[in-house]
């Protein structure tokens, strides 16, 4: 056996695995089934060449040189389909005339006129072509320039798909080297030119296998595992062939044995793993699904919700109005039942406006809506005002209130009169809320770094450590708040946050505990 014959085998063995391989790992892809079909007839062709090499015999060499050349016929057709599956081509009309011709050309070969027996040339039995066997070179070229043709044109018109790009350029080396080293199989007959380019047929299969892993020609979930395991059995088949005597055969196949059954737990190890992956990976698709979705349903939640306040406002504005109205008489005398009634009336609907506010002021943050007016102001003489409008509900909850102020210092600030009176106001309310009894304490100071600190602390009931962390988040209470107000919703402290950020500024809370009070602090920038 010579080594033209052995790599002819070595051929064989590794296009109908690697065809296989394909195959398997995606049976639903039309590009895979016609490289499996496209893989046969090569493993056909390459086994033929290797019995006809290793032919003792004219009578055998001659029979197997039939199977040598049908396969060589129908391979340039299979391998046009593929590469037109590949490129995704409708050209059922070149199809059909290349099955046509094909079908033709293998009549042929069965004829005098395309071979008239065989000759030993260059040490193993060849061909000797009749008068029509040039017919096959030709229809071999037509087909195969017809494919390459068809792949550089997709190359050059698919400029943005890079990965259709790679899997075109790798299929054309790949042609290359099968197709070019196996026309030179034409030469021993036509110009007694020894078949040197059947070895660079070997890299045909090579850059396949690369093109499946590297482009993902088709689907590869456990090629890499299984090319390795088809290349050593090939090495063990081969240290079959080549062995000398018996106890080196049966040390082979004992070998080659053991290996299949070590490459069918390798696979099923890998296949395995591969299984988890994708499941992990469509998890995690539908997951980033699930995601969207919910971003959507949460956008579509802030816009109703600012609908929603929208159309509240009014009505509970005119309801506010009206029973103000009642209260100072402008309707004529009531009685003071009626007036205890109205008065809890008015109440509820202040407390509703505030709701209200609030999930505007939420939805506006949440839709970058918001608008701030800034301005140069004394944020001490804000702090004052919103004293005086609270002082009524300080008394009302039986509270002392302190305020501590270094007059001689300057406290502007460039800011949102309004936004910044509204963040006072809702800490110091809820400094009240918070405290059933005892004091609210106020420092106003201007810091060395030009930062002016609002702190306002309170003898109330705390906030547990485990709280802290989460108190500015939306909707976020402490588990028993609900305890001393019912009427708050957790919107309040998110608010304050969002809109001292807007200023560059930072708040924050501390508290020792349970029931040991809590302080709320403010820093901003201060201004000249």
Not at 145 to 168: C, E, P, V
Request: a neutral charge.
């Amino acid at each position: 056996m010579n080594f033209f014959s052995i790599s002819s085998l070595i051929l064989s063995i590794s296009s109908l695995s690697f065809g296989l391989i394909v195959y398997r790992s995606d049976e639903k892809s039309k590009v895979a089934k016609y490289w499996l079909y496209t893989s046969i007839i090569f493993a056909v062709w390459s086994f033929s060449l290797y019995e006809v090499t290793k032919a003792i015999d004219v009578g055998n060499a001659y029979f197997w040189q039939f199977v040598l050349d049908i396969s060589a016929i129908i391979l340039p057709t299979l391998y046009f389909i593929f590469t037109s599956e590949l490129l995704g081509l409708k050209n059922n009309k070149t199809r059909f005339v290349f099955y046509i011709l094909s079908f033709l050309t293998g009549v042929l070969s069965v004829t005098p006129y395309f071979k008239s027996g065989m000759i030993v040339r260059y040490g193993f039995y060849w061909i000797n072509p009749g008068p029509l066997y040039f017919v096959f070179p030709v229809m071999f070229f037509v087909i195969v320039s017809t494919a390459s043709f068809n792949l550089i044109r997709s190359y050059f018109k698919n400029i943005d798909n890079q990965i259709l790009r790679g899997q075109i350029r790798n299929t054309l080396i790949s042609c290359i080297f099968g197709f070019v080293g196996g026309f030179t199989n034409f030469f021993p007959q036509l110009f007694n030119v020894y078949p040197f380019g059947n070895y660079l047929v070997i890299l045909f299969i090579v850059y396949m296998v690369y093109g499946v892993i590297r482009y993902k020609l088709v689907s590869a979930k456990v090629v890499s595992a299984q090319i390795f395991s088809v290349a050593l059995l090939i090495i063990f088949l081969f240290n079959i062939i080549r062995s000398d005597n018996l106890s080196d055969v049966i040390i082979n196949i004992i070998i080659f044995l053991s290996f299949i059954i070590f490459g069918m737990f390798l696979l099923q190890s890998v296949g395995k793993e591969i299984k988890a992956r994708e499941k992990i990976e469509k998890l995690a698709t539908e997951l980033e699904d699930a995601n969207v979705r919910l971003k959507v349903l949460d956008q579509q939640k802030t816009e109703f919700i600012s609908l929603a306040s929208h159309q509240l406002r009014g009505p509970l504005t005119a309801i506010k109005g009206y029973a103000s109205m009642v209260l100072e008489g402008d309707f004529g005398p009531t009685t003071d039942p009626i007036k205890d009634t109205i008065s809890k009336i008015l109440k509820s609907t202040t407390d509703l406006v505030v709701l209200v506010g609030d999930f505007l002021d939420v939805s506006r943050i949440e839709q970058g809506r918001m608008q701030y007016n800034f301005e140069h102001f004394d944020i001490a003489e804000e702090i004052e005002t919103v004293i005086t409008e609270l002082k009524p509900t300080i008394e009302k909850a039986h509270l002392t209130m302190s305020y501590d102020i270094d007059k001689n210092l300057n406290y502007a600030v460039d800011g949102d009169r309004g936004k910044l009176k509204q963040v006072i106001g809702n800490l110091i309310d809820n400094s009240i809320k918070y405290t059933p009894q005892g004091s609210i304490h106020i420092w106003l100071t201007r810091k060395e770094n030009n930062k002016i600190l609002i702190t306002i602390s309170d003898t109330g009931v705390g906030i547990k450590k485990e709280v802290l962390p989460n108190l500015f988040e939306k909707f976020s209470r402490a588990p028993d708040a609900s305890k001393t107000n019912i009427l708050g919703t957790g919107l309040g402290l998110y608010i304050a946050k969002k809109m001292v950020e807007a200023h560059h500024g930072r708040i924050w809370a501390e508290s020792a505990g349970e029931n040991k009070g809590a302080s709320f602090f403010i820093e901003l920038e201060g201004s000249n």
